[in-house]
Every structure is written in structure tokens, then in C-alpha cells.
């Protein structure tokens, strides 16, 4: 007697793994629902980009996209300054091609160029200020930095150049008093 029972069932039985195969593989691939999952499928830390990231954008070749509700500026070991938008590109690892951040090092303000981890285990990761490469530890990007709203610094340095340009010498302390007294009233 022959029994034709497991033949239904194995057909049965085929299908679903084979959906199940699919709906496991579709997990895998699904886009970052943030930009800090975006930094950690690139091993990159998600501290990299502060908190109030309004929304990003990312293609296939690695151009990304990050916008921030406002400029604003983050302490590590040093300031860093982050425009309302910011581009760059990124592949595993880095990031390059950066417009829209910037460091302090000592008073001045360099633009970041690049960013990259070369080899996660050292806990280092590199910023490229066009001159130098500044080393940091990597536990500092770990989790995204709080964003203080900052004015441009550049509008903010002309600004006084303007006050020097235009003052008495010894005007010019009363001036720029009452420059910083007003804004910081008026925020």
C-alpha cells in the first residue's frame, strides 16, 4: 500500500520556507531607519552626528544627505560645529568629501574634510582639518552629543571687524559690550 499524504505536505512545507527564506533576507537589506543605524552599518560610530537631525538621504553610491533643525555647535574633546545641512560621502569605514563641519582648534575654526576609522579595535578614529589629521578616541562618538544653537562663526568674526573698523579705540569696548549685552537679551 503506497501513502500519498507526505507528498501534500511536503508541497506545503516548500513554500513557506521559501517565504520565510525571502522575509529574512528583506530584513537584512532594509534601509536605516535613522542616521545613526546608517553611521553603524558604515562602522562608523552614530556619534558622529548630533541629536536633532530633522532628516537625511543616502543613494547607492554613498552621497549622504544630513539635516539638522539648526546650526549648532558639540563638545568632545574640542568644538565642533555642525551647519544646518551637511554633505558628504560615505563608505565603509569614512567619510569624505564634507561640507558643512567644522573644528576649533585653539581659536580658529578649521573645516573637516574627511573622517575615518581605520581599524575599530585601536578605539581611534581620525578627523582630516586639511593640515593634520586629528586623532581622537573612538568612546568619544558613541553616542550622539547634545547641539548647542550656535550663530556663524564667520558672520560673528566679521561682525567685530566691522565694530573695531568703525569704533574709536577706546570706544570700542563699550561697543562690543553692548553688542553681546542686547544679543544675549534678545535670545
Known amino acids: 500500500m503506497i501513502c500519498r499524504r507526505p507528498l501534500p505536505l511536503l508541497f506545503t512545507l516548500i513554500p513557506l520556507i521559501l517565504v520565510a527564506a525571502t522575509a529574512k533576507e528583506a530584513a537584512e537589506e532594509a534601509p536605516a531607519t535613522t542616521v545613526y543605524e546608517v553611521l553603524r552599518q558604515h562602522g562608523l560610530p552614530s556619534g558622529l552626528f548630533p541629536k536633532g537631525v530633522r532628516e537625511f538621504y543616502l543613494d547607492e553610491e554613498g552621497h549622504f544627505e544630513v539635516h539638522l533643525e539648526e546650526e549648532c555647535t558639540a563638545k568632545f574633546e574640542t568644538e565642533v560645529h555642525y551647519a544646518r545641512n551637511i554633505t558628504c560621502t560615505v563608505t565603509y569605514g569614512q567619510i569624505t568629501a564634507i561640507s558643512g563641519l567644522s573644528a576649533q582648534e585653539l581659536f580658529l575654526w578649521f573645516p573637516v574634510r574627511g573622517i575615518r576609522v581605520d581599524i575599530p579595535s585601536s578605539g581611534l578614529i581620525y ?55 542686547m544679543s544675549a537679551v534678545v535670545a
Open 127 to 181: 578627523f582630516d582639518v586639511g593640515v593634520i589629521y586629528k586623532q581622537f578616541s573612538l568612546s568619544l562618538f558613541e553616542t550622539p552629543p547634545d547641539c548647542s544653537p550656535s550663530r556663524d562663526h564667520l558672520l560673528e568674526g566679521s561682525r567685530i571687524a566691522q565694530i573695531v573698523s568703525e569704533s574709536q579705540s577706546g570706544k570700542l569696548r563699550y561697543d562690543l559690550d553692548q553688542e553681546y549685552t
